[in-house]
């Protein structure tokens, strides 16, 4: 039921009180006049703070092993562009392409961000932060949260560094991500996620492909209207199971 | 004529695409509960539907609170009504409300809510929204859970307190699922279920909301799915998603009614049928391999009525007409060209069957026009939990499958409409159907359909783990 929430948010805030209420009675089944009793005070459970520690440790120079089930979970990533999105079923195939082309911080994809880089994308200066989740995905609404930057209508770049020791042939790399995205390997598409989607574990395959010996850089951009923007990235062999034999570097 | 058979067609139309008749217009129902003879189900902003048989809804149903998404259980001679105070905030704070009543009939004496309880929250700033519950009273342990949750972070289990309606004391949140909405429990040999909601809701046509489910050998998870996945990694397998014109199903409620015959409430955010509005649908639920599934509401057609006894048609009891065709001498050299042999047709038959009432029985199928019945919505408009009333009858004729006061069948030449002639068809959690006539005259008994052997179809009462009381339909 909380979608219309999702679906809705930036739109409502540029309402004023009453047509807003207007719109989230329309929107919830809520009958026209209905006025939502205030809730009760409702205690704070946790940390409120804005600190990346609660989710996620800085990356170091050292290579790491990927998470438990080959998932990805290092990654520099870009603060978030803002970007005015009502409803995250507008990210078309089009849609994406044009979007992360318009919003690039750089067309070289083979290009390493460095940690605390700062860049410009259109008139927004721009850090990178290199980070190690602390979950198989990389939840960015946490971290845009955390970064005490806005939580909706965001569009995130990402970098990282696969790692392997000897050519892996016939993987594949799978990504969950909500709402939109795109990565490329070694500077060529591999998957696109459009339409709106949630971050489900394998909810994309690319085709069999092969890591190369030594460095393979992967960038991604995630693109979020209302709700929780968020990441899952990993490879699996033919047969589905997670490939666990590389590792990962911000550099 | 013309007209009376525009109106036919419109009726027909309208009913294979229709989930429920009435109104029912509802969002985010609760489980359908019957309470004295009637259905109830409670939706968001308060209020909800009542139906006097399952088929036809209506507004009237009372639920205090507003808030959103509601869900009951019938625990003991009480009725538990859960809620959540808001429809999803952009604070992401929210309430589950618990509160009793002995009756869900606003019009009874006893109809009293009880003062509602707080059972769970979400402050605004943990990774979960306390909205969405569905309840399970868990039938091997006497226990009492409830999920919750949105696509904002988990979706969260708790234990309540059966006799109370209270969070059960010591009690806390267990996450099960991630990218989740409107998650209930449930529970089948052995197994539990999480049936949770994925996709977008509130955008009408646009609405990409479908029902999947994980399984696990303990209530608090974890919830796996087909392949594998944990539904704390996004995994679900599908039930049911968006069927024909009637978009978005989401908000999944099991109702029991007997063994063997299990339906599920949803709503679709949109039938395109009536303005895109949100409607309530009731659909069989059907158990492969292990996995819930939706099944078919029935949809009118012709179709050999088989019986898994046997694997025989249910036909007229009228003589077998050969047809012209006979075969060759098998093995012999033959260069006639090939051609289609033409069906047998009603026409070629029926003036060798008697006008008045014919007997069935169950025979070999054969493709012939004593062996093809015709079923359509039955011009009546009551009917059962998630279906109307069938008029049966062998194709191109009025003739009528009818049931006897002394529980046989037998066809008579023109279909009324009495309530012996109406028939109820239920598709079982095997995937078969049962095949129940509305009434049996002078009797009070609900009978099935039945093969008492493998020839002799006769009225019965229904038992699931009988191959007798089932049949399939096949379309040829």
């Avoid at chain 1, 809705?8 to 329309?26: D, E, G, I, K, M």
Wanted: positive net charge; hydrophobic residues 35%; proline residues 6%.
């Amino acid at each position: 039921m909380n979608k219309i929430r999702k679906s809705l948010h930036p739109v409502l805030a540029f309402f004023t009180l009453f047509s807003l209420q207007f719109f989230v009675n329309t929107a919830t089944g809520q009958p026209p006049g209905f006025q939502r009793p205030p809730l009760p005070p409702i205690p704070i459970k946790g940390d409120t703070t804005h600190t990346l520690s609660r989710h996620f440790s800085t990356a170091t120079n050292t290579k790491i092993a990927p998470y438990t089930n080959g998932f990805v979970h290092r990654w520099l990533v870009l603060e978030p562009i803002k970007k005015d999105i009502a409803r995250n079923n507008i990210f078309t195939d089009n849609y994406l392409r044009n979007t992360f082309q318009t919003d690039n911080f750089l067309d070289n994809y083979l290009v390493v961000p460095k940690d605390g880089e700062m860049v410009k994308v259109g008139n927004q200066d721009l850090k990178w932060y290199g980070l190690d989740s602390k979950t198989f995905n990389f939840n960015l609404f946490n971290f845009s949260y955390d970064i005490n930057k806005p939580k909706y209508g965001l569009l995130f770049w990402l970098v990282t560094v696969i790692d392997c020791p000897e050519e892996i042939q016939n993987v594949r790399m799978t990504a969950g991500c909500n709402s939109g995205g795109m990565f490329w390997l070694n500077g060529k598409e591999v998957l696109m996620l459009s339409g709106d989607r949630d971050m489900i574990v394998d909810n994309v395959a690319s085709p069999l492909l092969t890591l190369k010996k030594g460095k393979n850089i992967i960038r991604g951009a995630v693109i979020n209207g209302p709700g929780m923007a968020n990441f899952c990235l990993r490879f699996i062999d033919e047969k589905g199971k997670p490939v666990k034999s590389i590792s990962i570097s911000k550099n | 004529m013309k007209f009376k058979l525009i109106v036919f067609l419109s009726i027909l139309l309208t009913n294979t695409v229709k989930g429920q008749i009435g109104k029912p217009f509802i969002h985010d129902p609760s489980t359908i509960v019957e309470c004295e003879g009637k259905f109830y189900t409670f939706g968001t902003g308060g209020g909800g539907l009542i139906s006097n048989d399952g088929w036809t809804w209506h507004g009237g149903a009372v639920r205090p609170g507003g808030g959103a998404a509601p869900d009951v259980i019938k625990i003991g001679d009480r009725y538990l009504v859960v809620y959540g105070a808001t429809g999803g905030s952009t604070s992401h704070k929210g309430i589950i409300y618990t509160m009793w009543n002995k009756t869900l009939d606003p019009k009874s004496p006893d109809f009293k809510y009880s003062e509602p309880i707080i059972v769970a929250t979400s402050d605004g700033y943990e990774e979960n929204d306390a909205i969405d519950p569905g309840i399970m009273l868990d039938p091997t342990t006497g226990r009492l859970w409830l999920a919750y949750g949105t696509y904002y972070g988990y979706t969260r289990i708790i234990e309540l307190d059966p006799r109370t309606g209270k969070l059960k004391a010591g009690n806390k949140p267990v996450d099960v699922a991630i990218v989740c909405e409107a998650a209930d429990l449930i529970y089948r040999d052995g197994w539990y279920y999480l049936l949770a909601t994925h996709g977008s809701c509130c955008d009408g046509a646009n609405s990409t909301y479908n029902v999947v489910v994980g399984r696990s050998k303990k209530v608090t998870g974890p919830y796996i799915d087909n392949v594998g996945r944990s539904m704390m990694e996004g995994g679900g397998k599908m039930v049911v998603a968006t069927r024909g014109r009637l978009i978005g199903p989401g908000h999944f409620g099991r109702v029991i009614l007997e063994k063997g015959v299990e339906k599920m409430s949803i709503h679709y955010e949109a039938d395109l049928d009536q303005s895109g509005r949100s409607v309530l649908g009731i659909l069989p639920i059907v158990w492969k391999d292990g996995w819930p599934v939706a099944g078919e509401k029935f949809k009118e057609g012709t179709y050999e009525i088989e019986s898994v006894r046997r694997g025989y048609g249910l036909e007229l009891a009228v003589d077998f007409t050969r047809m012209a065709n006979a075969p060759r001498g098998f093995g012999q050299v033959n260069n006639d060209p090939i051609k289609p042999v033409p069906n047998q047709e009603l026409a070629d038959v029926i003036k060798n069957w008697p006008n008045g009432n014919i007997n069935v029985r169950i025979g070999d199928y054969m493709h012939r026009p004593h062996q093809k019945w015709t079923i359509t919505d039955a011009p009546d408009s009551t009917g059962y939990l998630g279906g109307p009333y069938y008029k049966i009858v062998l194709e191109g004729t009025e003739r009528a499958l009818t049931a006897t006061a002394d529980a046989q069948l037998i066809t008579v030449p023109a279909f009324t409409g009495s309530p012996e002639q109406l028939w109820r068809i239920d598709q079982l959690t095997d995937g078969t159907y049962r095949i129940m006539p509305k009434i049996v005259p002078n009797s009070n008994k609900k009978l099935a359909l039945v093969s008492a052997g493998d020839s002799t179809p006769s009225l019965a009462e229904f038992d699931f783990a009988s191959d007798n009381s089932k049949w399939n339909f096949r379309v040829h």
